[in-house]
């Protein structure tokens, strides 16, 4: 996803966080401090365990995707990472479940491990009111019932019948399994996300004209859910004339590179003038280094062209998305970044080819225009 940053890896998923996050931890932070916690306290014990409690949250989102990621790959798909932001978080599949049964338990994995985590800190509160005393529960309380509350919504909201909903995926699967297509299946989902949004959005309308600001949030959400399930139906559209197709279909293996010990001004000279290239991967003894893009030219005067080398201005290769020959072209299509002109193709460490943006959307749109002629050609 675009505007994320990258925080590691965890069983072997790597774990990304979207700049939308922030506001997130912040306005979690700020509501619990203002809201929830004791006005006795001082604003600085406020704020700190309310960010405690706002970085406990996270971590309950995080496992709550973790659990998808995790039962995705048991059952034979491969994820690619995993994304928080605004919403909760997403992940990343390099395909979509081939079975209706494997779609409906990656679904529910989710607002399971929600439920489970509501029960665990209430489990903890009650331990903690065994063996702390009164004043150390003043503490604890609020967190601990803090955490059960927010699992249980973030469960309950996620089983909502509108995808990209868990609910919305759980109906899907359904539909899915009662012998629809899998197209026909995401449609009627995607329209439920589209009901659930308008819903929200109406609940959002009635609460400001209550006087309660809590509306304002609705409409975020509402807002944001109507743009995913639109979203959805856009996505389906477009893995529907990429069905079946991998990337070494469509990849280039005759590409030019760059090496980390080549001067910009010879870069210039060689390789975007000559052949009007954007960007180029940085490769050395056909590894993956990095990647330059004109734009990375910004970061040095012209005149200091001649002494600077790519390696000191690239884009480091931890931070440039790339992709393996098998996998599908809808897994590409969500790795392409807005400012990605390309994926390099990797095999066994090595860069065996690039697959260009303009390659996908030629290629997308020729059969989108054979899809018009048969259904014209159906018509007649």
Same mark, same amino acid.
Request: glycine share 10%.
């Given at each position: /996803? ?12 790597e ?13 979690? =932070? ?5 809201g929830v916690?004791p ?9 700190? *365990?309310?960010?405690?409690a706002?970085?406990l ?17 048991? &059952?034979?798909?491969?994820?690619s990472?995993i ?18 049964? $494997? ?24 331990? $903690? ?27 309950? !909201? ?16 359904i539909?899915?399994?009662l ?13 439920g996300?589209e *009901?659930?949004?308008?819903l929200l ?6 609460l ?11 409409? *975020?959400i ?5 743009? /995913? ?23 280039? =293996?005759?590409?030019?590179? =760059? ?7 010879v ?7 000559? !052949? ?16 330059l ?6 970061k040095? *005067? ?7 080398r790519?390696?000191q ?15 599908? &072209?809808?897994?590409? &299509? ?6 990605? =002109? !390309? ?14 943006r ?20 159906? $018509?007649?």
């Amino acid at each position: /996803m675009p505007g994320s940053l990258r925080l590691g890896r965890l069983f072997g998923i790597e774990i990304r966080v979207h700049f939308s996050w922030a506001l997130i931890f912040l306005l979690v =932070t700020l509501s619990l401090a203002q809201g929830v916690l004791p006005a006795s306290w001082s604003d600085t014990k406020q704020l700190v *365990v309310a960010a405690i409690a706002a970085l406990l949250f996270f971590i309950c989102v995080l496992l709550h995707e973790l659990a998808h990621s995790l039962v995705a790959r048991r &059952l034979g798909m491969r994820v690619s990472s995993i994304t928080l932001f605004l919403l909760g978080g997403v992940s990343n599949l390099t395909e979509e479940p081939k079975r209706a049964s $494997a779609e409906f338990f990656m679904a529910v994995a989710g607002p399971l491990t929600s439920f489970v985590l509501a029960g665990l800190a209430y489990g903890v509160h009650q331990l $903690a009111a065994r063996v702390l005393d009164a004043g150390a529960m003043t503490t604890v309380t609020p967190v601990t019932d803090y955490l059960t509350t927010i699992n249980i919504g973030v469960a309950l !909201f996620n089983l909502v019948p509108g995808y990209p909903l868990d609910g919305g995926r759980v109906l899907r699967s359904i539909i899915w399994g009662l012998g629809r297509d899998r197209s026909a299946a995401t449609r009627i989902a995607s329209r439920g996300g589209e *009901v659930v949004a308008v819903l929200l959005g109406l609940i959002g309308g009635l609460l400001l004209l209550t006087g309660d600001a809590v509306g304002l949030w609705y409409f *975020v959400i509402a807002y944001f859910l109507f743009g /995913m399930a639109r979203g959805s139906l856009e996505q389906e559209r477009v893995e529907g004339l990429a069905k079946g197709i991998r990337v070494r279909q469509l990849m280039s =293996t005759d590409f030019r590179s =760059t090496s980390p010990e080549t001067t910009l001004d010879v870069f210039i000279r060689d390789l975007v003038l000559p !052949f009007n290239l954007r960007a180029v991967p940085v490769l050395s003894q056909g590894r993956l280094q990095g990647a330059l893009t004109i734009g990375d030219l910004h970061k040095v *005067v012209a005149s200091g062209w001649s002494s600077t080398r790519v390696g000191q201005v690239m884009i480091p290769a931890r931070e440039v998305h790339s992709i393996a020959p098998d996998d599908l &072209l809808v897994s590409a &299509l969500e790795r392409l970044g807005p400012s990605d =002109t !390309f994926l390099p193709v990797i095999e066994a460490g090595a860069v065996i080819g690039v697959l260009e943006r303009d390659a996908v959307t030629g290629y997308l749109r020729t059969r989108e225009m054979l899809e018009a002629v048969r259904r014209s050609n159906r $018509a007649a």
